[in-house]
């Protein structure tokens, strides 16, 4: 009997032995994907900050054109104003002397 149950706890053993193999196979494969996922998602970050960085840019140009802009239609109409107002004053000059 001690030889049938020295053979149970043998094979039990090796059948724990088994387990412990193909669980430490299964967290390598579950480390190789969390890795391949980190890795991923760090590309993924890299690129929206790349692109954010890009957008802010392009927002600060496109700020700067706008004010530029805004300076140039300024200028016009300041130019525009005085315009008007030589133009009434001559008007005015040239009504008074008739």
């Known amino acids: 009997m001690s030889g049938e149950r020295l053979d149970r706890i043998e094979a039990l053993l090796e ?6 193999e193909s669980n430490t196979k299964n967290i390598e494969a579950l480390n190789n994907k969390l890795d391949k996922r ?5 590309k993924s ?6 692109s954010m960085a890009e957008e802010r840019e ?10 530029r802009d ?3 239609v300024f200028e016009w109409m ?3 104003a ?3 107002a030589d133009f009434h004053n001559r ?4 009504y008074q002397k008739e």
């Open 91 to 94: 008007a005015r000059a040239s």
């Open 38 to 42: 980190i890795e991923s998602n760090a």
């Open 82 to 84: 005085a315009a008007q």
């Open 58 to 67: 392009q927002r600060r140009q496109d700020r700067e054109i706008l004010r």
């Open 15 to 20: 059948r724990v032995g088994q387990l412990a």
């Open 45 to 50: 970050i890299e690129a929206l900050t790349h």
């Open 70 to 72: 805004r300076a140039h």
């Open 78 to 80: 300041a130019r525009l």
